[in-house]
């Protein structure tokens, strides 16, 4: 059995900006990561628990353009941003490789959740409007809690509860030690975008890039601009209140928009 071929995860959050920092480090020369970005292995429907790690493997290589690099140089991974959400797919990350290097992006919680009922809108997933959908996310996730369907409401309608970051993040550390887990926050990837990724680059233990990189915007042309509730960000703020105060004690991570 060979040693597992993928090393790091950007592994949450979603609408955090993996997209962009995927992006960025597809740029390093000894990085890489699947041409789909998300590759979807270990929240898969069809995960089989008995899988070993060479199995595993087995699914990310079509994945990966022209298949697994063999230079002892290159470092794969992959950037599945609901890896961190659920604790069967962190268990699952951790027994196919305990020495698997996490970067978690964390977002405001309220702007991540209108963020993410503006893409399942636009995909064609949500029809309620968003204030509806906040109320009844309670009863649409009830009793698909480990349902991992490609239209579970786990994955279209958990607005609210991938916000919950404190829950994640102590599945998270529990499975691996601190030095594993990079936290990172949103708004310093939008606004240091160079800095945050060389901050990534050293935590993957990689020279720095030779050059500097030009950025893109993130978060740009998502929700800004729409109408919305003047009682609703209030309402959201309030909800996370008691979360970004823990999140803020017991991870050092104070979150804004």
């Known amino acids: 059995m060979s040693a597992p071929r993928i090393g790091f995860m950007i592994g949450g959050v979603q609408k955090g900006g993996t997209t962009a920092l995927a ?10 990561l699947p041409a789909c970005k998300e590759a979807h292995v270990f929240d898969a429907p069809d995960f089989d628990e008995r899988w070993t790690a060479d199995a595993i493997d087995a699914r990310f290589e079509p994945l990966f353009p022209g298949g697994f690099d063999i230079d ?11 890896s961190i959400f659920h604790p069967a797919f962190v268990r699952r990350i951790a027994r196919y490789n305990p020495g698997m290097r996490w970067i978690v992006l964390l977002r405001d919680p309220v702007e991540r ?3 993410q009922y503006y893409m399942e809108r636009g995909r064609g997933d949500e029809w309620l409007p968003l204030p ?15 349902d991992f369907g ?5 994955r279209h309608h958990s607005y609210l509860a991938r916000g919950r970051y404190i829950t994640q993040l102590d599945v998270l550390t529990a499975a691996f030690p601190p030095s594993q887990v990079l936290l990172l926050r949103s708004r310093d990837l939008r606004e240091f975008p160079q800095q945050t990724v060389e901050q990534v680059v050293d935590f993957l233990q990689l020279p720095p890039l030779r050059t500097s990189q030009t950025h893109g915007t ?13 009682a609703l960000r ?5 909800l996370y209140r008691g979360e970004l105060e823990a999140l803020r004690a017991r991870y050092g991570i104070t979150l804004a928009p």
Request: charged letters at 15%; aromatic letters at 10%; a positive charge.
């Open 234 to 238: 209030p309402w959201l703020g309030l």
């Open 113 to 115: 959740a209108i963020s």
């Open 72 to 82: 002892s140089g290159i470092l794969h991974g992959d950037a599945t941003p609901i």
């Open 218 to 230: 993130v978060f740009a042309g998502e929700w800004q601009g729409r109408w919305l509730p003047n």
């Open 23 to 32: 992006q960025y480090l597809g740029r390093h020369p000894q990085l890489r």
């Open 150 to 154: 490609h239209g579970s409401p786990l």
């Open 132 to 146: 509806l959908a906040l109320l009844a996310e309670r009863w649409r996730l009830k009793g698909h809690e480990h």
